[in-house]
Nanobody, 127 residues
Framework: VQLQAYGGGLVQSGGSLRLSCAAFGDSLDYYAIGWFRQAPGKEREGVGCISSSDGTYYTDSVKGRFTISRDNAKNTVYLQMNSLKPEDTAVYYC??????????????????????WGKGTLVTVSS
């Protein structure tokens, strides 16, 4: 499956953005999907993931602020980001794997994969 992430931009602290990840070439119905981010000088980390059975996981720093969801009809996954903070500034990537991964496990294991990362979308939060 090919993925295209978009929706990033510049936003003030406290603002909101919605990232979209559109899939082409296969249905996302049986995929574990996640949003990951990489800030300058830091390792890529899992932000929010959703399993094929719609279980979700969020890293502690975004709980209560970010929401991952999928629209199977549009073959798209979203990341709604509210109450953004300067420390959320990063390039955000989406990834998907056709496997029955638990969302928590997927968010932790996927950053170690070398392949399957697209261009990402830059989110910049100004203070």
């Amino acid at each position: 499956v090919q993925l295209q992430a978009y929706g990033g931009g510049l936003v003030q602290s406290g603002g909101s953005l919605r990232l979209s990840c559109a899939a082409f070439g296969d249905s996302l119905d049986y995929y574990a999907i996640g949003w990951f981010r990489q800030a300058p000088g830091k390792e890529r980390e899992g932000v929010g993931c959703i399993s094929s059975s719609d279980g979700t996981y969020y890293t502690d720093s975004v709980k209560g602020r970010f929401t991952i969801s999928r629209d199977n009809a549009k073959n798209t996954v979203y990341l709604q980001m509210n109450s953004l903070k300067p420390e959320d500034t990063a390039v955000y990537y989406c990834a998907a794997d056709k496997h029955r991964y638990d969302a928590n496990y997927y968010c932790h294991i996927r950053p170690s994969y070398a392949a399957g990362w697209g261009k990402g979308t830059l989110v910049t939060v100004s203070s």
